[in-house]
């Protein structure tokens, strides 16, 4: 009986191989105009590259242990949550408003160490306390960046706006 139990549980587990989940392997290029937007050093980018960009962008390293179903189908949830969340894949398409909040939300799961999740932890090692702060004053520092220019571009857009339209009125009407 147990024998048949076991033979069967190996069955699946072989079988189970077949059935790959879709990789997450896009272009760096998602990654770099996150990288280039929000002017990380090259000391923040390790940190990321190393503790957060497997679940927080479309670009996932996958080591041989990530290709080994149930691992990898359990792998694939959460990068597929954690982009959900939070993908610099798609920094750009978010508004400064958002940009805002999900780097407050970033500042927050590190102070709590809720991020990088646990489970990946056991393969990748902590997050060490030093490495968190760096991440935590790269946060702010952008996040204010965004603040201040975001004033900018919008008084320069109502400036330039009424001229351009008396102009082309004034052709039209002679
Ligand atoms: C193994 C995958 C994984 C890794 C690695 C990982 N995260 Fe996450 N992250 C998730 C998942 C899943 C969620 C959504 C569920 C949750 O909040 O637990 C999430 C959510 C988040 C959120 C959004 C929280 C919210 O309130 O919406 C932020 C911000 C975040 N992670 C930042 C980070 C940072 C910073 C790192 C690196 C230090 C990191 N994560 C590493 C999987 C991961």
Redesign the pocket.
Known sequence: MIKRILFLLVLIFLISQFLRPTKNEASYDSIATFEAATIVSAEVKT??QN??????SNVTRYPWYMEVSPISHW?A??????K???NVSEWESYTDKQKNH??E??V???EKK????E??TWM?GK?PDS??EK?INW?KQTSDAITKGKEEPQEKVTDSLPVKVSDSTVVDSI
């Open positions: 940190i990321l503790q957060c960009y497997d679940c927080h792998m949830y959460h990068i597929k949550e954690g959900e969340h939070f999900k780097l939300e970033f927050e799961e590190i809720a991020m990088p999740l489970s990946y990748h997050l490495d968190a991440l946060a």
